[in-house]
């Protein structure tokens, strides 16, 4: 994937300790780290979450909020 946004360096070519042709390498590095740590953070997103039908039971039955409804309206 290649992005054509100019990007603006603080530190000019001259002022760097670089080779030749490769002033740009540690801005390219943050850029390809960045868009596999995005990558990765996708892929995490898109992992099922966990089933919480237990604990959404447990609150229905054990709340005050929910007294006197559902299939057993006398629970507490």
Do not use: C, W
């Amino acid at each position: 994937m290649l992005y054509t946004t100019k990007r603006i360096s603080p530190v000019r070519p001259e002022d760097s300790h670089a080779l030749p042709g490769m002033e740009s390498a540690d801005e390219d590095r943050a850029a390809a780290a960045a868009i596999a740590q995005g990558e990765a953070l996708t892929a995490a997103m898109q992992q099922p979450g966990r089933n919480i039908n237990s604990k959404a039971g447990k609150m229905e039955r054990d709340s005050p909020l929910f007294y006197g409804t559902g299939e057993n309206p006398t629970l507490f």
